[in-house]
Nanobody, 123 residues
Framework: QVQLVESGGGLVQAGGSLRLSCAAS????????MGWFRQAPGKEREFVAA????????SYADSVKGRFTISRDKGKSTVYLQMVSLKPEDTAVYYC????????????????WGQGTLVTVSS
């Protein structure tokens, strides 16, 4: 089993930055692909970013491309989502997820999920 815990959410003004962290425990995630998803109020959860096991291959939703960066530490037990130039429409609960195999944009392909961290961007 893998346990994922997100942190780093909070309230920020539009144009500001935040870095989310996702710490893994239990089974090592060094060979897992990792993803970030978000769910805004009243909306379905959507893909944000993903990386492969090494972090060398990444993918982003068009809405965050150029503003968000996914990365993982050298020990590969923590995954980050650096967010800059935040917009009010980025307000959501952000979830990290882990899966065996290649990175994916598809939520149902992920095996493990964190509890989420709330990001609120004020205008």
């Amino acid at each position: 089993q893998v346990q994922l815990v997100e942190s780093g959410g909070g309230l920020v003004q539009a144009g500001g930055s935040l870095r989310l962290s996702c710490a893994a425990s239990g089974r090592t995630i060094s060979m897992y692909a990792m993803g970030w998803f978000r769910q805004a109020p009243g909306k379905e959860r959507e893909f944000v970013a993903a990386c492969n096991w090494s972090g060398a291959t990444t993918s982003y939703a068009d809405s965050v491309k150029g503003r968000f960066t996914i990365s993982r530490d050298k020990g590969k037990s923590t995954v980050y989502l650096q967010m800059v130039s935040l917009k009010p429409e980025d307000t959501a609960v952000y979830y990290c997820a882990a899966k065996v195999g290649a990175l994916s944009l598809v939520q149902s392909s992920y095996d493990y999920w964190g509890q989420g961290t709330l990001v609120t961007v004020s205008s």
